[in-house]
């Protein structure tokens, strides 16, 4: 089946650890992003790429870094400089010139 | 980006039809309607998206007003499945920079057995 996923689903960290995050699609897509989600609130795009070996910055990139070495491929890595890093972490791709947006489950993470 | 304005919530009985209001007064011409829905702890999925006129797919419809400043998105009958929070939000499709979801609030909508 095609798709995206996302893993691990929960993810718990010490503070002050870098860990990362992975994204896998096997839709094709040229496009991938990572959002971030708060509770109660609506997504915040982190960083986006359009093509492989190349990503811009989103709304709220600070503290956040990716890599696009691959086209079905896009890991988010949350550093120890993002000062409130718990929360819903969402994936999604496209291809270039859209309708949809697909996401995958999400990961939760936890900074204890 | 335009902003859009949605209710915070909606409650409604199960197999009853559902009208999901959105607001987007500075919407420019080239804007497209999207609406996507978000199931508890789930990423989004796509539901339905229109420009100027009126859109049905098997999931949804959409109503666009003629001034294009606000919109509709109809569930013909809400099932418990259909509990999830609902955005809608505003993109241009012919501005290919990388396009964007901008998410808001949403409405979280409430089905009642």
């Known amino acids: 089946d095609g798709g995206i996923t996302q893993s691990p689903k929960y993810l718990f960290r010490k503070e002050g650890q870098n860990v990362t995050l992975s994204c896998e699609q096997n839709l094709n897509h040229d496009a991938m992003y990572w959002y971030r989600q708060d509770p109660g609130q609506g997504l915040r795009l982190i960083y986006y790429?359009?093509?492989?070996?190349?990503?811009q910055k989103g709304d709220i990139a600070e503290g956040y870094s990716v890599s696009r070495e691959k086209k079905e491929s896009f890991p988010l890595t949350v550093t120890s400089a993002q000062k409130n890093p718990t929360a819903f972490y969402l994936c999604?791709?496209?291809?270039?010139?859209?309708?949809?947006?697909?996401f995958g489950p999400g990961t939760r993470l936890t900074v204890l | 980006d335009a902003k859009t304005t949605q209710p915070n919530s909606m409650e409604s009985n199960e197999e009853e039809p559902v009208h999901l209001p959105c607001n987007h007064s500075?919407?420019?011409?080239?804007?497209?309607i999207h609406w996507y829905r978000q199931l508890p702890s789930q990423g989004p999925e796509y539901v339905i998206h229109g420009l100027t006129s009126n859109v049905n797919n098997r999931m949804a419809s959409l109503a666009i007003a003629e001034d294009r400043k606000s919109s509709t998105l109809i569930l013909h009958r809400a099932t418990l499945r259909d509990a999830a929070v609902y955005y809608c939000i505003l993109r241009d499709d012919h501005n290919n920079a990388g396009n964007m979801l901008t998410f808001g609030g949403g409405t979280r909508l409430m089905v009642k057995p």
């Open positions: 999604a791709s496209s291809i270039v010139d859209p309708d949809t947006q697909y």
């Open positions: 500075t919407i420019s011409g080239t804007d497209y």
């Open positions: 790429s359009q093509i492989v070996n190349d990503f």
